[in-house]
């Protein structure tokens, strides 16, 4: 049966026998869409089938959004305390000489708990917590900055054909917000530096080819306007993007969604995939992000890399 969250007050739920407390399910997040932290925090539980795989086990960066979405946000690291004791951490030490216990969401009341401190976005770490250095995936942040979202579909299907060409299986979805996100599940191995390396070199190629349409230039004032930038940076160690099936803090309550390539050829448009109606397109396709989680059809990316 559907896990039913209340729409007001404060309320104690027992969930796969946690008790989760869950606070002000009817602070207004998104004030134009009538959308409240209650509604939010449904979206999750309703999603969670779908989301739990692609999280679990890994580290998560919480971004609180503690007065809704259009509101100041924080980032967050550390653990918060007090906290469940059934609330998992993954240990991560850090250049800086400090050492991080970041929060893992594996589980239905550990996302509840999450969410209800006021994460919109899930940003989860690349690589799981027995080896937080090796990644299972390598991405393409395709960020259009003053650009068009035409341009962003059209960047899209050059880097698809790209990674095509090189026998990669590449799996996008929207940010929720601007642009889209390029998946290539590959096998753990190379450090996380050795991902960033491949991903910069492939950028740079793409871009030089495509001087009018693409960038990979990472720094703003250098950048050429109304270029759709490869991002290849958020492959850097430490880095995070929103996860897939999460809803971003826009004005129209987007959610970062699978697509196909038919439909990034079609020329779908990213406004379409949001909180108050993904949820029948999810019950409609399942998880067409499911090949990031199989053990086959993965990149070895070391005959790529030194």
């Not at 790209?162 to 889209?180: N, Q, R, V």
């Not at 001087?211 to 990979?216: D, I």
């Not at 897939?244 to 995939?273: H, M, N, Q």
Request: charged share 25%; with cysteine; hydrophobic share 40%.
């Amino acid at each position: 049966m559907p896990l039913a969250i209340p729409r007001a007050g404060n309320v104690t739920l027992k969930v796969a026998g946690k008790e989760v407390r869950l606070t002000n399910l009817d602070k207004v997040f998104w004030p134009e869409r009538k959308i409240t932290k209650g509604d939010l925090i449904q979206y999750y539980a309703d999603v969670a089938p779908l989301l739990l795989p692609h999280i679990n086990d890994r580290a998560m960066v919480m971004k609180r959004y503690p007065h809704g979405a259009a509101g100041e946000f924080f980032f967050m690291k550390r653990a918060p305390e007090p906290r469940p004791d059934w609330i998992r951490t993954c240990r991560i030490p850090h250049d800086s000489g400090n050492i991080i216990d970041f929060p893992v969401i594996d589980d239905v009341p550990s996302l509840l708990w999450v969410i209800n401190l006021g994460c919109i976005d899930l940003n989860q770490w690349y690589a799981k917590c027995d080896d937080v250095d090796r990644p299972d995936y390598l991405h393409f942040d395709l960020d259009p900055g003053s650009a068009t979202w035409d341009q962003v579909l059209e960047s899209a299907g050059i880097v698809h054909d790209a990674l095509t060409m090189l026998k990669m299986p590449a799996y996008a979805k929207t940010t929720g917000s601007k642009g889209i996100h390029v998946y290539v599940p590959i096998v753990r191995g190379p450090v996380q530096k050795q991902v960033w390396t491949f991903a910069k070199a492939l950028a740079q190629e793409l871009a030089s080819r495509h001087p009018a349409l693409m960038t990979s230039e990472y720094k703003v004032a250098k950048r050429p306007k109304g270029r759709v930038l490869v991002d290849y940076n958020q492959n850097a160690w430490g880095r995070t993007l929103a996860s897939v099936y999460s809803v971003r803090p826009t004005p129209f309550a987007g959610v970062s969604t699978p697509l196909t390539w038919k439909e990034i050829e079609k020329g779908c448009r990213i406004e379409d995939f949001r909180l108050d109606n993904v949820r029948a397109r999810f019950n409609k396709v399942g998880d067409l992000f499911k090949p990031l989680l199989l053990k086959t059809r993965r990149v070895n990316l070391r005959k790529f890399v030194s």
